[in-house]
């Protein structure tokens, strides 16, 4: 059982350049979420999912598109990264709940990206 | 603001020690908390607490909740060098969101 997966795990790009990171779940979650996680800030909701075709933004949603084409994928976007998008960005997955029935996100291994 | 604190930022312990992480927190519409263990990689999830005063428990870690005082502690007795790990302490709230506010994690050490 995969869990959350994340590809890639390391990424190393310019100032200026474009790239795609790729969440992918098996647990057949409705909801889904994309955070960064910056030493001294602990992780920041950049954008999140609620279902299939549905997007929403976060806490740091600037410089970030996402899209949720299929279920069981969730795709950050960069579209010109800058230095300070340098960071471990972390996909997480949960069912919904509510009150006694509240679901705890799980999370992939991280992509460690860095914008030089 | 929401905004959930957690302390100490750091602990440095010797095996067979107890320890006592605290987490604060202010939060509106507030649902259920959430402890989670980070070694190198992912955030692994350790307890949901969502009623006062109930105690979760789990090996050699357990974990309280009060609603009135709005904190909460995480207690791991007779630590090992595998409880070595940042903690996390995180806040589920809204409605059908389920979105977290995490604290900024208590980093904890345990030595030989």
């Known amino acids: 059982n995969a869990g959350v997966t994340q590809t890639p795990k390391f990424r190393v790009l310019k100032t200026g350049q474009s790239m795609t990171l790729l969440c992918a779940q098996d647990?057949?979650?409705?909801?889904m979420y994309w955070y960064r996680q910056d030493p001294g800030m602990g992780l920041r909701l950049i954008h999140y999912?609620?279902?299939?075709?549905t997007t929403a933004k976060g806490e740091v949603p600037d410089g970030y598109n996402v899209s949720r084409l299929k279920k069981q994928n969730f795709l950050l976007g960069l579209e010109s990264a800058a230095p300070s998008q340098t960071s471990v960005y972390f996909c997480?997955?949960?069912?919904w709940g509510q009150g006694a029935k509240n679901q705890p996100q799980h999370f992939g291994d991280g992509t460690r990206l860095s914008i030089l | 603001e929401d905004k959930v604190v957690q302390s100490p930022l750091s602990l440095v312990v010797h095996e067979g020690d107890t320890v006592t992480l605290n987490c604060s927190y202010e939060?509106?519409?507030?649902?259920?908390l959430l402890w989670y263990k980070q070694e190198k990689k992912a955030p692994t999830f350790l307890f949901m607490l969502?009623?006062?005063?109930i105690e979760k428990k789990s090996g050699r870690l357990s974990s309280i909740l009060d609603k009135k005082e709005l904190f909460s502690i995480l207690n791991i007795t007779a630590t090992q060098t595998g409880d070595s790990a940042v903690y996390l302490c995180?806040?589920?709230?809204?409605?059908?969101?389920?979105?977290?506010?995490f604290g900024t994690g208590t980093l904890l050490a345990v030595q030989p």
């Open positions: 997480a997955s949960s069912q």
């Open positions: 939060v509106t519409n507030f649902r259920s």
């Open positions: 969502t009623s006062s005063g």
């Open positions: 995180a806040v589920l709230y809204g409605g059908a969101t389920n979105k977290l506010i």
């Open positions: 647990m057949n979650h409705e909801y």
């Open positions: 999912s609620v279902g299939e075709g």
